[in-house]
């Protein structure tokens, strides 16, 4: 139960499905105990939650599913530390803390009746995949959708069994690729920016949306000036070290800006304000 | 102003007579002569003379640990318990005007800066200041460089000011007023009054400014080699954060038991060097110049920016305790003067 | 001292000049005359900077780590420092020829502590030192002169090492040994005659007030982990909740892996802020290393420390007398 006093104490939810996405993520499907929790809890695409196990710590993941599809939220988790680690001991039906939503979320409104172009890397599809979702899921607000996204290699793509629904869905094009190649795999080879640039997609009345290892948003954003996307035009989601989600402890702003309230969702105009720390 | 005055000899009973409603928190003197603020018993001594304490009352609020949440069973099925709210209200005595200032400084993070922290909120709320005026300044202070004197008001229910062989009381509040409605306390004659002025006056023009705070906040600056300069020495210890009685980073832990476990929150500091670093190993403040200016900039630049007014109050404790003489007044009058 | 200071200067402008250094590691004014403050000078022009002076307390050696591969580095070492550089190197944290080790004979450094009586505040003051070793105290209240023999720091006055044992060449005389000398484990006879239980009741309420800033860690040039036990996650050796048991194990468990490493510079004591008498731990865990093993800390570049190696001849108290 939740302490609406006491902003630390989370909500208990049950693992109810665990996809084993790649060798070293996964992806957990939650669903709060609480009956009135299921129905009140709402979020946006973009946000995130403080996910803890208990007796070994709390940690920052953005929601990677939609809030069109209710009854559970899900997360994606590569196990780099003590509490990714412990994650993945979890099975089905143990519990877990969630705190949040926190944070702010995609423009989805000001994205209406646009193009949008999805520029994923890795497990930064995860924040991608629950606007995408979402936008799917309202096909007719939105115009042609691109999806750019690639792994290092084959055995870490995430969300591989969603392609298919991306691929068919009306006027939604996939562009898969990953940095080498290997057996069984016979679709595009080479970096990201790179297949951006050779398919070119029109920045005319377009977004762009990126998220992914900070070499791809490198390299990625002089391809997307290229193609006339001005920095309005671009929006990504940062990770920072987060612990409280709330503004408290101090540990995540860059200069007075504080990514848990003011981000994880910036256009890359607010980004070349605020100083290079992040 | 209204004030009282009340003899030395009559603090003990006055003390006393809190206990019986309040828990009463004052200086106290610990191992090696070491001052810090614990609850009183009711035969404790008190220390409310000397110099500012090295410890501030901080800690009465963000404490060095403090429990969240506790939770019985295991991942299979468990149960949380919330901590309970305090139930009594507190007293702190012998609180400095740049420790009560600095209370306000924590209220615009806990209380104003988006969602309420109520576990702070409920301790603010609980507790009432009684303030010391300082006769000296201690060797690191700089009250008055940040607009604050060593017997401001500001944040305080009463004020006591050290006459010799008794204290001059100003009543600042009606929180304050209900601590002395009881027998001890005469009315504050003129002669009092002007004693405790006259006294406050010479504690303050012992502290001329070292720099111009609001000069400060415009000149901070990203790539200045001040940052550098200052960081080639700096260990990266937690001793001037830890004892700054504005300075707030938490982290947020678990301790797990054989039947469950805790999870607390405890002092951190954006002078470690894992502060930033995240699970995978990317670190936005690779080196101790990121945290150095972090520290100033976040004290004396973004703060200001948010709601104007510094996170600092002068109160000298980071200026004694670091080890390599990081002295924040050098540091401040070398970003005013754009120097090194 | 003012000619040793004099001498330090030419030595640091020269060794820059020549190249034969890329930074001097030495001592500057602080920002009030009882302090001074790590000055890493890189340009001979800005050697004037240095100072020497009873308030040169810090163990400069704790930068080596830092500095490696910044270039050849000239050290001022008093005896601890320099042992301390030994430490180091017999560690291989810097490679011998990465360091010039200047040695500066000491006759112990005050506490600055005790230059102003209880209550009194040392804001504004200004300091003399006079020929004779003599400090006049002068502040708005009226002056005071001190002999500077009388407030050392306690470490200094047990100094068995005042004269730095391994230097690339002294600056001076060597020094006159220090007086308590003869009896380095005075400052723990008290607590060793003490039963464990009240040891344990001793350091609960010393440790009650530690904040875990970790100052004392951070001033040790023996403590240079990148990756410090009490901080990994995995696996999590220490809770990082403010309680008197998990600070003592913090504590102890520190002293342990500096036992037969540490050199009793005293910083981890003069670092920390809450005036917890940490070396007085290290010092004992000193006393076991050399009764058991014969081995001081820091003489020999070429040695191993105790605790890092096994020899078939170590004492084992199971097996031999206790």
């Given amino acids: 139960m939740s302490d609406a006093g006491n902003l630390y104490v989370p909500n208990l939810a ?15 499907r939650a669903v709060f105990t609480d009956a009135g929790m299921r129905e009140r809890f709402s ?26 599809r209710t009854g559970y939220v899900e997360f994606s988790a590569k196990k780099v530390g003590a509490l990714t680690s412990a994650l993945h001991e979890l099975s089905e039906g143990e519990t877990v803390g969630i705190r949040g939503p926190y944070g702010n979320w995609f423009p989805y409104d000001m994205m209406q009746g646009k193009n949008l172009l999805f520029v ?51 006027d939604t094009s996939l562009y898969l690729t990953v940095d080498k190649g290997g057996p069984g795999w016979e679709g595009k080879v080479g970096v990201v920016p790179a297949y951006v ?71 890359y105009a607010q980004l070349r304000k605020l100083p290079p720390e992040f | 102003m209204e004030a009282v005055v009340l003899n030395k000899s009559d603090v003990t009973s006055w003390v006393r007579g809190l206990l019986a409603s309040y828990r009463v928190v004052g200086p ?8 810090h603020y614990t609850p009183l018993a009711e035969d404790g001594p008190v220390v409310l003379d000397g110099l500012r304490p090295i410890r501030s009352p901080k800690e009465h609020f963000i404490p060095a640990t403090e429990t969240l949440l506790a939770f019985h069973g295991t991942a299979k099925a468990i149960s949380l ?43 603010r709320k609980t507790t009432r200041l009684v303030g010391l005026a300082c006769e000296s300044p201690s060797w690191g202070c700089f009250c008055t460089s940040v607009g604050g004197s060593p017997a401001a008001s500001e944040g305080l229910d009463l004020l006591f000011t050290d006459l010799g062989d008794r204290y001059h009381i100003a009543i600042l509040s009606e929180a304050g007023r209900e601590l002395i409605a009881g027998a001890g306390f005469a009315a504050a004659t003129d002669a009092d009054a002007s004693a405790a002025k006259a006294q406050h006056a010479a504690a303050v023009d012992r502290m001329p400014p070292f720099f111009d705070a609001k000069a400060v906040a415009e000149k901070v600056e990203w790539d200045a080699p001040v940052w550098m300069h200052y960081a080639k020495r700096c260990l990266a210890c937690g001793a001037c954060s830890f004892l700054c009685p504005t300075c707030h980073c938490f982290d947020i832990q678990d301790d797990a038991t054989a039947d469950g476990g805790v999870r607390f929150r405890c002092w951190d500091t954006c002078q470690f060097g894992d502060f930033t670093r995240m699970g995978a190993g990317h670190n936005p403040r690779q080196t101790q110049k990121e945290r150095v200016r972090q520290r100033v900039s976040h004290k004396f630049k973004y703060l200001v920016e948010e709601f104007g007014r510094q996170g600092c109050t002068g109160c000298g404790r980071c200026v004694e305790a670091c080890p390599v003489n990081i002295d924040l007044r050098q540091v401040l009058h070398d970003v005013e003067g754009a120097k090194r | 001292m003012s000619n040793l200071e004099v001498t330090i200067r030419e030595t640091a402008a020269r060794l820059l000049r020549e190249g034969q250094v890329a930074v001097v590691l030495g001592y500057e004014a602080g920002s009030v005359p009882f302090r001074t403050a790590p000055a890493f000078i890189e340009r001979a022009e800005d050697a004037g900077r240095l100072v020497w002076n009873r308030f040169c307390t810090n163990n400069l050696a704790v930068y080596l780590p830092k500095l490696k591969g910044a270039g050849r580095i000239a050290l001022l070492a008093k005896g601890c420092d320099a042992r301390s550089a030994v430490t180091l190197i017999q560690e291989h944290q810097i490679l011998r020829d990465q360091v010039v080790i200047l040695g500066i004979p000491c006759d112990g450094m005050v506490d600055a502590d005790r230059l102003a009586t209880s209550g009194e505040s040392l804001f504004g003051v200004a300091i003399a030192p006079g020929a004779d070793g003599s400090l006049t105290v002068a502040s ?41 000398a003869a009896e380095p484990f005075a400052a723990v006879a008290e607590l060793e005659r003490l039963s464990p239980a009240e040891r344990q009741a001793f350091w609960h309420a010393q440790l009650d007030r530690c904040l875990r ?11 240079y982990c990148r990756s410090c036990f009490a901080d990994k996650a995995a696996p999590r050796w220490l809770s990082k909740a403010n309680a008197a048991d998990e600070n003592w194990m913090f504590h102890a468990v520190r002293a342990f892996h500096l036992a037969g490493r540490c050199v009793g510079c005293g910083e981890c004591e003069r670092a920390c802020p809450m005036d917890i008498p940490i070396s007085k731990l290290n010092r004992m865990l000193d006393r076991e290393v050399r009764e058991r093993f014969g081995y001081v800390a820091g003489l020999d570049p070429a040695a191993v420390p105790p605790l890092g190696t096994f020899r078939p001849d170590d004492r084992d108290p199971g097996k031999h007398e206790g």
């Avoid at chain 1, 049950?14 to 957990?28: L, P, Q």
């Fill in chain 3, 213 to 223: 800033c970790y100052a004392c860690r951070e001033a040790c040039p023996a403590c």
């Fill in chain 1, 120 to 170: 994923g890397g890795g497990i930064g599809m995860a924040p991608l995949r629950s606007l995408l979702n979402f936008c799917l899921d309202r096909r007719g607000d939105y115009g042609h959708i691109d999806i750019f996204y690639g792994a290092r290699t084959p055995g870490d793509l995430c969300y591989t069994k969603e392609f298919e629904a991306w691929r068919s869905a009306p």
């Fill in chain 1, 43 to 68: 979020y946006h695409p973009g946000q995130f939650q403080e996910v803890s196990v208990f007796g070994v710590g709390e940690a920052t993941f953005c929601l990677a599913s939609s809030p069109t």
């Fill in chain 1, 197 to 267: 640039r050779e398919i070119a997609p029109a920045s005319r009345n377009a977004v762009a949306i990126t998220c992914g290892p900070p070499i791809m948003i490198k390299f990625t954003l002089p391809e997307l000036g290229k193609l006339g996307f001005s920095d309005e035009q671009i929006i990504t989601t940062l990770e920072m070290k987060m612990k409280c989600g709330v503004g408290k402890c101090g540990r995540c702003n860059i200069g007075h800006t504080y990514v848990c309230l003011d981000g994880p969702v910036f256009t």
């Fill in chain 1, 14 to 28: 049950v693992i109810d499905r665990i996809v084993e996405e790649t060798w070293d993520t996964r992806t957990f």
């Fill in chain 3, 140 to 180: 708005g209240d009226g002056q005071r002169t001190l002999s500077a023999a009388d407030i050392l720091q306690e470490r200094c006055r047990l100094c068995e090492h005042n004269t730095p044992a391994i230097a690339d060449g002294l600056l001076g005389e060597p020094a006159p040994r220090m007086p308590g």
């Fill in chain 2, 81 to 123: 318990e919330a901590p309970p709210a305090p139930t009594r209200e507190t007293v702190i005595l012998g609180v400095r005007s740049c420790d009560a200032r600095a209370l306000t400084r924590l209220d615009d993070v806990f209380l104003k800066r988006k969602e309420t922290d109520s576990l702070y909120g409920n301790r």
């Fill in chain 2, 28 to 35: 106290t003197s610990a191992a090696e002569g070491v001052v």
